[in-house]
């Protein structure tokens, strides 16, 4: 079960930042479940060896190892017994999978206040937590419609427009390129985040800065909805978040790239939207500037400096 999710995380089956969230605890939770220890500091190791294996399978969604470490950390208390440990640990692990997604509803009840009558969206990539705002402004009868882009190579924007049709919401889909061709016509670009660092820089799919470059230009409004758990603790050190690069066969096939001798093909999963890009960002805990960031850091998700100097595990990203 832990190598099976590991590896459907690794080839995107289950892809999305809070997805993979919180199928990585649901692994964690099976295997803990599972896992023959004789004292609870053998429970402790087997669980940090299988979280390890989790947590390299992709390096950009910060909410892989902050839902990690977040359950991880129920077992640094001290336990009478192997059985108490475990029990304590399935219990945090249900508390994460259930507030994940009760974050979700409520960014959508708070974005949703954001969408306007006679709006036009655009959105990039399939978030389900961009997902949420809109499906909720249609729920409590906002009238607006979608341009989707197509997202390649991995084409995730064939996710958005399925779940914008089952809707009933109106949407054009349209090729990545032509953000900026539409842009003018759109009030509020709309997306979700693997990653937000203490400046307030968010790290989404490649092509959604440039979004954010033309809604810049255009003076369109761009909000992120994103639960805290994609804000990046270890930024506040001035560690960066490592951008994911893929196989360059998901971008040319490699019988048509092996024709070519000169040519790299480079293959970005995500890039990295300036704070100055980024209007609001939505979180589960209200609707903030994205120079709140450090703020959620410290008062929501409860890291400090003095943590990491004291030695704390660490929960962001190398690179
Ligand atoms: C997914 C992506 C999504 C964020 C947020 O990239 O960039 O916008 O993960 O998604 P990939 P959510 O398809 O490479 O995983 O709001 O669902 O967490």
Redesign the pocket.
């Known amino acids: 079960m832990l190598a099976d999710t590991a590896e459907k995380i690794k080839s995107?089956e289950v892809?999305?930042?809070?997805?993979?969230a919180r199928e990585a605890v649901k692994a964690l939770r099976d295997h803990a479940t599972s896992l023959q220890a004789a004292t609870v500091a053998e429970f402790r190791e087997g669980m940090e060896e299988a979280a390890s294996v989790l947590v390299s399978t992709?390096p950009t969604?910060v909410?892989l190892p902050n839902a990690i470490h977040s359950v991880m950390a129920t077992l640094r208390r001290d336990f009478p017994s192997v059985g108490s440990a475990r029990g304590e640990f399935l219990q945090a692990c249900d508390s994460f999978v259930a507030a994940s997604l009760l974050a979700?509803k409520k960014i959508g009840e708070i974005g949703a206040r954001h969408i306007r009558d006679g709006d036009v969206l655009m959105t990039?990539?399939?978030?389900?937590?961009?997902?949420a705002c809109m499906l909720e402004a249609w729920r409590i009868g906002r009238d607006f419609s979608v341009f989707a882009t197509e997202v390649r190579p991995?084409n995730?924007g064939l996710l958005t427009i399925g779940t914008l049709e089952e809707a009933g919401i109106p949407t054009n889909f349209i090729v990545d390129s032509a953000a900026r061709y539409f842009m003018n016509e759109v009030d509020l670009v709309i997306?979700?985040?693997?990653a937000i660092s203490v400046n307030g820089a968010v790290v989404?799919?490649i092509g959604?800065s440039q979004i954010a470059l033309a809604a810049h230009e255009a003076r369109t409004r761009v909000m992120v909805?994103?639960?805290t758990y994609?804000f990046a603790p270890r930024t506040i050190l001035g560690e960066f978040i490592r951008i994911e690069e893929r196989d360059p066969a998901e971008v040319l096939p490699p019988d048509i790239a092996g024709k070519f001798r000169h040519v790299r093909v480079r293959n970005p999963?995500?890039d990295v939207t300036p704070a100055e890009y980024v209007d609001l960002i939505v979180t589960e805990a209200g609707a903030i500037p994205p120079q709140m960031a450090y703020i959620v850091i410290r008062d929501i998700l409860g890291w400090d400096i003095g943590d990491f100097m004291h030695g704390m595990p660490g929960n962001g990203r190398e690179g």
């Open positions: 995107m892809r999305g930042a809070g997805r993979i992709r969604a909410s979700v990039h990539c399939n978030s389900e937590a961009a997902l991995r995730q997306v979700g985040a693997d989404n799919k959604t909805a994103a639960e994609k999963a995500f």
